[in-house]
């Protein structure tokens, strides 16, 4: 099942987000990144989010028998390009819950939330490495669109690529072939 998420989810989406971070990841981002990472941290980063009356974006949960196991966010687009007005900012799912369409499910109410807001198209970044990631998103009809290098904000130099993927129309996401 595929739902709104709401405050009372912030440690579940934390715990998902940094559990799949690290297996998505592991060989793709510097060890040390991954193995700091906090549940505790992103907890309280998700809670502000969720709780904030002035939050931008969409946030969605993915449940089996009543434990979230992933989550999708989207909002308007954050890099000022005029090829895209909305984002797929995050979708992650813990790894014994992929390839069950749970991925799909959550793309499809980003997508859906995007379209209800407006917002005619989308992106989404992956990793250039991330070959599973791409596969997903080829395959749900999104088409390259331009790469660049990986920022994760603390002024570490990486030499990390990560790949944008484009949906021209946020509406027919909803239709795309699986």
Do not use: C, K
Request: glycine fraction near 10%; charged fraction near 25%; avoid cysteine.
């Amino acid at each position: 099942m595929v739902r709104l998420a709401g405050p009372s989810d912030a440690a579940s989406v934390a715990r998902v987000h940094v559990r799949s971070w690290r297996a998505t990841y592991e060989g793709l981002l510097p060890a040390e990144y991954l193995a700091a990472l906090d549940v505790d941290d992103y907890a309280g980063r998700w809670e502000r989010s969720l709780q904030s009356p002035f939050a931008r974006g969409t946030v969605v949960v993915a449940e089996q028998d009543g434990q979230v196991v992933g989550f999708a966010s989207g909002g308007p687009e954050r890099d000022g390009d005029p090829r895209y007005d909305g984002e797929l900012y995050a979708i992650y799912l813990l790894p014994d819950f992929q390839g069950r369409g749970l991925g799909r499910a959550l793309v499809e109410a980003v997508a859906a939330a995007l379209a209800d807001r407006q917002l005619t198209s989308f992106v989404v970044w992956v990793l250039r490495d991330n070959t599973a990631a791409r596969g997903f998103y080829e395959r749900f009809g999104g088409v390259y669109l331009r790469e660049r290098r990986l920022d994760l904000g603390d002024d570490r130099p990486l030499d990390v690529l990560e790949v944008a993927y484009l949906w021209a129309d946020t509406r027919s996401t909803l239709l795309a072939p699986g």
